[in-house]
């Protein structure tokens, strides 16, 4: 039997991380990603709040999958000295907390501009990211969050592949390539399947670009899942329901949406026999 380890974004659930920890516990995940804890973002928190983060994770016997940071997530013009410095946060934040995974974003644009015209600056700022990664000894894990460049595979892919580093990967989301009008699995699986290195589940309509739980939707997660289970992906199933509230900074599902999502997800993954854990 195929097994994915399950994780989850703790603050989707509340911003203490005891009932983050006790509610993932709960839903039998032994992972967690962290992109807020105590209402402060990870590459906020202080050495004692991480510190006392780490206590508590290791008192549930459990472990972090991701350093869910915010670094990419403004506009391309921003100061790039202080996206850096974000970076170097979110990375004492992975060593702290024993994850070897952050996650990362390639920068919004000015009003009007067209992609295409960001593209070396956003290529010399992500190659500078994953320097610094491949120093610490960390792996980027690109999101392909709506509206920033890359938004859609085929931007995705000249990322991955014009930087070409070994500490910068792909985390693919479904629901996200929904709400820019692509159909995942058929417009950009096969193109970014060589990168792809994390799994971040939430689902979404078309239509209206609202997320729903994994398998309600547009996002193809069947066939998706499927596909990686065929191909032997054995990595981190991390679920961002967003259920509740969706705001350019993430989202909130709370306890029972939460439980509400990760039942549909795993409702999938045993339809294809693939075990979580």
């Not at 603050?11 to 967690?32: K, M």
């Not at 009003?111 to 500078?128: E, K, Q």
């Not at 491949?134 to 595979?153: A, C, M, Q, R, W």
């Not at 971040?200 to 078309?206: C, F, R, S």
Request: hydrophobic share 45%; no cysteine.
């Amino acid at each position: 039997m195929t097994t994915w380890t399950l994780s989850g974004f703790g603050d989707e659930i509340d911003p203490e991380p005891a009932v983050q920890l006790a509610v993932l516990s709960a839903l039998g995940a032994r992972h967690i990603e962290v992109r807020s804890a105590w209402g402060t973002n990870v590459v906020e928190l202080s050495d004692t709040q991480l510190d006392g983060l780490a206590e508590a994770v290791s008192a549930r016997g459990m472990a972090v999958s991701a350093i869910a940071s915010p670094v990419g997530k403004v506009d391309v013009t921003t100061d790039d000295g202080g996206e850096l410095d974000r970076l170097r946060a979110a990375v004492a934040a992975a060593h702290r907390l024993s994850s070897r995974y952050i996650r990362i974003f390639s920068f919004y644009r000015p009003a009007g501009v067209a992609p295409a015209d960001i593209r070396d600056a956003v290529l010399a700022r992500m190659r500078a990211f994953a320097g610094l990664a491949e120093d610490s000894g960390v792996v980027l894990l690109h999101e392909n969050e709506k509206d920033i460049y890359g938004d859609v595979p085929q931007r995705v892919a000249d990322i991955i592949e014009s930087v070409d580093s070994p500490a910068l990967r792909v985390a693919w989301d479904n629901a996200n390539f929904v709400q820019v009008g692509v159909r995942p699995y058929d417009d950009g699986y096969e193109l970014l399947r060589p990168h792809l290195e994390y799994l971040q589940v939430k689902d979404a309509l078309m239509a209206t670009a609202e997320v729903v739980p994994a398998g309600h939707g547009d996002g193809q997660l069947l066939r998706t899942l499927t596909a990686l289970r065929d191909d032997g992906y054995a990595g981190f199933a991390s679920l961002e329901p967003h259920l509740a509230n969706q705001h350019h900074l993430g989202g909130f599902s709370g306890p029972a949406e939460f439980g509400r999502a990760a039942r549909a997800f795993t409702n999938l993954t045993a339809s294809i026999g693939v075990h979580l854990q």
